[in-house]
């Protein structure tokens, strides 16, 4: 048989430190776990993709209010999320 990924859900492992998801082959349940750390090389990639967007919400988040600190969420962003 083909493996497939019917089931999108995933959940955060704290022992492995690593996202687990499940893949089926017929009967067969076969667990997958990729480590924070290659998720977190994603994230940065996707960063660097879209670094322009990222910029602009920064400045304007700054322009209302001057701290030294943001936590820009995905609501910011025209775009559904980030890919990582």
């Known amino acids: 048989m083909t493996l497939a990924f019917p089931n999108p859900s995933r959940s955060f492992d704290e022992v492995r430190n690593a ?3 499940m893949g089926h082959d017929g009967a067969f349940h076969i667990r ?3 480590e924070a750390g290659a998720l977190e090389a ?3 990639s ?3 993709a879209l670094r322009t967007s ?3 919400v920064a ?3 700054y322009s209302h209010s001057r701290r030294d600190s943001y ?3 995905a609501g910011r962003f025209p775009l559904a ?4």
């Open 59 to 61: 400045r304007e988040a």
């Open 54 to 56: 990222i910029y602009d």
């Open 81 to 84: 999320g980030f890919p990582c």
């Open 32 to 34: 997958f776990f990729i």
């Open 42 to 44: 994603n994230c940065l």
């Open 19 to 21: 996202v687990r998801f």
């Open 46 to 48: 996707a960063f660097d």
């Open 71 to 73: 936590t820009l969420t």
